[in-house]
Structure formats: C-alpha cells, structure tokens
C-alpha cells in the first residue's frame, strides 16, 4: 500500500518520504528490540516494509513490478548475500534490523530496473 501511494507522488517526493520512513523505521526496531528483550524480534516487520518500499521506490507500480519486487526483495532478505548479511550483523540494534532490509531493496530495486529495461515489462 504504501508503495502504491509512493508511485502517486514526484521521484523526490517518494525518496525523501521513503527515508523518514526507513529513520521512523530505525527508531522502531530499536525500541522494540529493547522492550522485547530479543536481538531482530519477528513481530517486528517494518524493516520489511522499509525494504519494500525501497525495492519500488521510483519504478512505475503496476502488478508486475509490484509482484517480481516482491518475490526479488524476499529472496534477497532470506539469502542475504553480501553486503546484506554484513550490515544485520556489523550495525547495532535498530540500525542493524533495518539496513539489511534497505539494502536487499537497493539490489532487488537495480535487478527489477534491468528486468523492466530489457523486457520492456512495466
């Protein structure tokens, strides 16, 4: 949802909306973290909607984009190849719970732009 009201906003407007969300985000995982007592807590699932909306910031949202970003960004958050794992483990707390999030959006958002770009898919 939030993605879709992104796309209905200027390129700019979506970044900058985009990272108050991911520092909201931050701040979130951190004090849950502290009252749960529990390093990465499950319930906690807005780092994944931060990722999300990282890995559509920017591209037209239509079912495509929105279901390949989906299953792109899921795999990468479950794999967490490198540098993803690198930042959960190197960052603290909130920190740590979000930017491996972040960071499968930024590579699921380049692999579906290279997707949509070669097929013409959008």
Do not use: Y
């Not at 807005?46 to 990722?51: C, H, L, R, S």
């Amino acid at each position: 949802m939030a993605s879709w009201l992104l796309s209905r906003t200027s390129p700019a407007a979506a970044l900058v909306l985009t990272l108050v969300f991911i520092a909201l985000a931050v701040w979130v995982s951190h004090e849950a973290e502290g009252v749960l007592g529990r390093k990465d807590p499950g319930c906690v699932v807005i780092d994944e909607v931060a990722g999300m909306m990282v890995t559509l910031v920017g591209l037209p949202f239509t079912w495509i984009t929105a279901g390949l970003g989906f299953l792109l960004f899921r795999i990468l958050d479950i794999l967490k190849p490198p540098p993803v794992r690198n930042l959960q483990d190197g960052l603290p707390g909130g920190l740590g719970i979000v930017m491996d999030d972040v960071a499968a959006g930024i590579l699921a958002n380049l692999m579906l732009r290279i997707f949509t770009a070669a097929t013409g898919l959008t």
